[in-house]
């Protein structure tokens, strides 16, 4: 079976960001350090090479194949901003209304720059999220 390439390690999320080359981007990447660390209550950690993640989870396929991600993460994608939401976002739709500019696939949010959004949805989604997978994670 293979190995999960993408697993929390000792690189700096300092050292990472700086190469991110758009400031507004890099800022966006600050905040959302700001919003995720208060949500899970642990520092910042990199995913692979791209990921910056916080807390982490266990998860188990059907199939037998476990591993590990983190409860909240994002990463400043070329063209945009990606958030992980492991919770998914069906049991959202009211917030998703409130939040502004953003496109979605299973469990990630996208969006171009923090500023298209509603800073207390965006809150709220990301609390909310934690709190879903701490809950059913256990």
Known sequence: MAELK??????????????VE????RADCYTLIDLMQAAVGEKPR????????????????????????PLVAFSPRKQNLTLYIMAGFEQ???????????????????VKRLSDLNMDALKTLIEASVAHMQ???L
């Open 135 to 137: 809950a059913t994670n």
């Open 46 to 69: 990199m995913w692979g090479d791209a990921i910056v993640g916080f807390g982490r989870y266990r998860y188990t396929y059907a199939t037998g194949r476990a591993g590990e991600w």
């Open 6 to 19: 993408t697993r929390e390690n000792d690189q700096s999320v300092d050292a990472f960001l700086a190469l």
């Open 92 to 110: 959202y739709d009211d917030l998703l209304g409130k939040l502004g500019k953003h496109t979605t696939g299973k469990s990630c949010l996208y």
């Open 22 to 25: 758009d400031p507004r981007k």
